[in-house]
């Protein structure tokens, strides 16, 4: 992807916000299996989707807290692959949040704990922050040029003439410094 002009491509925007939330619930789906599927003798959506599980005063409500947190910061992980853009991490995050506060509505009503809020409004901090963070990382990296093979290489009339010369430069001045030694 270019990082020249911006094309609006509604369909694109879609694809990313699709796979992105199912990235993020199959990464929480696994994160819950571990730590809660060893507590609790059946899983279900509730620990997914119900405001309820999300609670600091049991040992399984915090298992459901820490796989919310880590879910997040796969997810940005899977923003550096599919978004790439630093400037755009926020908005994705804040609307993998908004279509998760949309489907905890209409699973269990309006979330009515803090601590949910609390969670949920960190893991979109922290998958905000992060990604952004892993992205501006990828961006400012030097572009590398040497692993050009020569058979592919691109020659320019006067990039071959400079080389030469700074080769043969160079060469004449270990010539003097073996001189003067």
């Not at 020249?4 to 509604?10: I, T």
């Not at 819950?32 to 405001?51: C, E, H, K, M």
């Not at 994705?92 to 269990?108: D, M, N, P, W």
């Amino acid at each position: 992807m270019f990082y020249g002009a911006v094309v609006w491509d509604p369909w694109l925007i879609l694809a990313q916000i699709v796979c992105l939330q199912c990235l993020y619930y199959l990464t929480l789906g696994v994160f819950l299996a571990i730590l809660v599927g060893t507590r609790v003798s059946r899983l279900s959506l509730v620990y997914f989707f119900d405001f309820g599980a999300v609670t600091a005063s049991t040992v399984t409500g915090w298992c459901v807290i820490g796989s919310i947190l880590l879910s997040s910061v796969a997810g940005a992980g899977y923003m550096l692959y599919l978004i790439e853009r630093a400037k755009k991490c926020l908005d994705f995050s804040a609307t993998l949040y908004i279509i998760h506060l949309f489907i905890c509505t209409l699973y269990g009503g309006w979330p009515s704990s803090i601590t949910w809020w609390v969670v949920n409004v960190t893991g979109l901090a922290v998958m905000a922050l992060l990604g952004e963070y892993l992205c501006i990382r990828r961006e400012l990296r030097e572009i590398p040029i040497t692993r050009l093979r020569a058979s592919r290489r691109i020659k320019l009339p006067y990039v071959h003439v400079v080389s030469t010369l700074l080769m043969r430069m160079s060469r004449m001045k270990l010539v003097k410094l073996q001189l003067c030694l």
